[in-house]
């Protein structure tokens, strides 16, 4: 069962223990690696749709001085999120009803494969803060769409990104990463059961194989 908010996607404890066992196999430490750079003289970090918190621990663990605060409408996630590093604060919120941080407090916001409420970005994050989006790109898990019939990515995501963001955001800059990794049998079924694409496949079952993350992480600062 989920404990989110009426109408909102929460992932559920099942899909978070899925995830949790991906993250864990290094399907996304280029994508980390990344994200640590960027977050390089960051202090105050807010990482909205956290699930996990995994992506904000490991930016905490490449930056002693900074301090995180995980937010998800899922109840499940952000018992997982409030103990995933000593840094990390957690709060349940959705992110569609606004965040239970002050204006202008941030000095960036990370955003994951997760619903990005653009006004209300712009309202906490500092004047010289960022905005961090990272979204998949067509071929993300593409084995395992072409195996199971998981839904597709929607192409043009990075031009639909940059409008949806730009009455208050400018892109700084853009790039792709991507990572191919073999991934066992009970892994690459977790990558599978992971998202919401597990309600529309017959089986999450499905055999070892390589397995590759695609995505595009996009910086932006405030108008
Ligand atoms: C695909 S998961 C990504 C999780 C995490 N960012 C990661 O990459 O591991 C999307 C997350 O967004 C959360 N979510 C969905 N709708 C939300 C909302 N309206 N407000 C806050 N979180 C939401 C889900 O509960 C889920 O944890």
């Known amino acids: 069962m ?3 908010a009426p109408g909102a996607n929460a992932d559920t404890a099942e899909m978070l223990t899925a ?4 993250l864990d196999a290094g399907l996304f430490c280029d994508l980390d690696a990344l994200l640590a750079e960027i977050f390089t003289n960051r202090h105050r970090i807010v990482e909205v749709g956290a699930g996990t918190g995994h992506h904000l621990a490991k930016v905490l663990y490449a930056h002693r ?6 937010s998800d409408v899922s109840k499940a996630a952000i018992r997982r999120a409030a103990r995933a590093h000593p840094r990390m604060a957690a709060v349940v919120a959705d992110t569609w009803a606004g965040l239970p941080i ?3 407090y941030v000095d960036a916001v990370l955003c994951v494969f997760a619903p990005r409420n653009r006004d209300e970005f712009a309202r906490i994050i500092r004047p010289d803060g960022i905005l961090v989006v990272v979204t998949p790109l067509p071929d993300h898990l593409h084995q395992l769409r072409e195996r199971t019939g998981m839904i597709g990515i929607q192409p043009h995501k ?3 990104l940059v409008a949806s963001l730009t009455s208050r955001f400018s892109v700084v800059s853009h790039e ?8 066992g049998a009970a892994t690459a079924s977790d990558a599978v059961a992971m998202g919401p ?3 529309h496949v ?3 079952r499905v055999e070892a194989m390589p397995v590759t993350s695609a995505v595009e992480v996009t910086v932006l600062s405030p108008r």
Do not use: K
């Not at 995830?19 to 991906?22: K, T």
């Open 2 to 4: 989920t404990s989110a």
């Open 19 to 22: 995830r949790q066992n991906v």
């Open 65 to 70: 001085g900074s301090q995180g605060l995980a």
């Open 102 to 104: 002050r204006t202008s």
């Open 158 to 160: 990075h031009d639909e």
């Open 176 to 183: 792709e990463v991507r990572a191919t990794i073999s991934l």
């Open 197 to 199: 694409s597990a309600h």
């Open 202 to 204: 017959s089986s999450t």
